[in-house]
Each structure stands twice: as C-alpha cells, then as structure tokens.
T-cell receptor
C-alpha cells in the first residue's frame, strides 16, 4: 500500500498520560498536515510541514501538543498531559507541492484517541 | 460565522434520485475548492475539485459561484454506495491548509 499510513489506529489512554502518534506520508510528498476531527464535525487544521520545516500551527494546537518531522519523511504528533477534550480522530494528510503538481491532499486512516 | 457552512442533513433519498448539496464560504480570497467524501469512521477521500466553469465526473457535477461564495454538488441517479458524508472544503489561499464544513450526510435507500 503506497498511501498515507498512521500508527496506531486506536489509542486509549488515561487523563494525564502522554501519547505519540506517527504518520508516514506518500513517499514523494513534501507537505504533511495534521488535522483533528471530533464527532459530527469536519476535520480542523492543526499544523503542517514542508519537508522538515513546520510552517504553520493552528491556535487549536496548545502548548501540550508538539509535532515533528525530523527528516522530512514521517511525522510524529505528541500530546502531553492528555485531557478528555483531546478525544478525537487525528488525521494526517500529505501532498506534493511543485510547479506541475496539484497539491491534492491525501488522508491517512487516522488515529482514534480516547482519553478516559 | 463559520468559514464553511453546510446543511448537515441527513438527506434521505431513494435509489435513482437526484440530490443536491450546497455550501457557502466566508473568505472571498479563497483559492481552491473541493468536495471530499467520508464514510463512517473512515478518512476523507477527495471526490472532486470544483472550478468556476463547473465540472462533471460521471454522475457528479460540481459548481462554483465566486460572486455568491457558493459551492454545489449534484449527484444524479443515486446509488446505495453513495451513502456517506460529503464535506465541502475550501483552501483559503494560505499554505494550502484546508478548511472543512461540518459535512452533509446522505443516506440512499432502496
């Protein structure tokens, strides 16, 4: 499968614990995005990378959230001191930006986080 | 006001019906527009991009009216497999981040 992959697919944790999610984009894609989706809502933008540089962060991304893309390939999203309000589906997307590309974003299957 | 507004539905239609979804967006500087489809507990998947000239892909037709900041999706001859949530999506023009509507749920029945 050459699509976007995410790991784990499901995570249940207790309030106050730290969690880390991983996203592997489509191999030649230079942009990687993180979104969060709660029940009954559309995905909301959190942050994005172009190669290894984190270029924008949403106001939704509190200081408990941190994202990295150290080698410009896979990315990790860490949530520290989780709260029940962090329960959501965390979606990763990737795209190819260039002179002859359409910058279409392709989404991974998501990581569903439940904070007890 | 939400950046992208959609009627959440649900729209319950019989197989073979034609159904139309509408969407409005608030940022007049928005650059590009899309419809994504999302099945229950799955990731969003691109259905089609939307152009000012209108575009068609089989049974699906999308239209954009920049003056009214309005986007539409028409599905003809609905199939059971069209049952899903349809997300109206706008790129506000900054760094390609997407802004999603809440989605319109479609249920096609026999």
């Amino acid at each position: 499968d050459t699509g976007v992959s995410q790991d784990p697919r499901h995570k249940i944790t207790k309030r106050g614990q730290n969690v880390t999610f991983r996203c592997d984009p489509i191999s030649e894609h230079n942009r990687l995005y993180w979104y969060r989706q709660t029940l009954g809502q559309g995905p909301e933008f959190l942050t994005y990378f172009q190669n290894e540089a984190q270029l924008e962060k949403s106001r939704l991304l509190s200081d408990r959230f941190s994202a990295e893309r150290p080698k410009g390939s896979f990315s990790t999203l860490e949530i520290q001191r989780t709260e029940q309000g962090d329960s959501a589906m965390y979606l990763c997307a990737s795209s190819l930006v260039g002179s002859d590309s359409t910058d279409t974003q392709y989404f991974g299957p998501g990581t569903r986080l439940t904070v007890l | 006001r939400k950046e992208v507004e959609q009627d959440p539905g649900p729209f319950n239609v019989p197989e073979g019906a034609t159904v139309a979804f509408n969407c409005t967006y608030s940022n007049s500087a928005s650059q590009s527009f899309f419809w994504y489809r999302q099945d229950c507990r799955k990731e969003p998947k691109l259905l089609m991009s939307v152009y000012s000239s209108g575009n068609e892909d089989g049974r699906f037709t999308a239209q954009l009216n920049r003056a009214s900041q309005y986007i539409s999706l028409l599905i003809r001859d609905s199939k059971l497999s069209d049952s899903a949530t349809y997300l109206c999506v706008v790129n506000p023009g900054t760094a390609s981040k997407l802004t999603f509507g809440t989605g319109t749920r479609l249920q096609v029945t026999l």
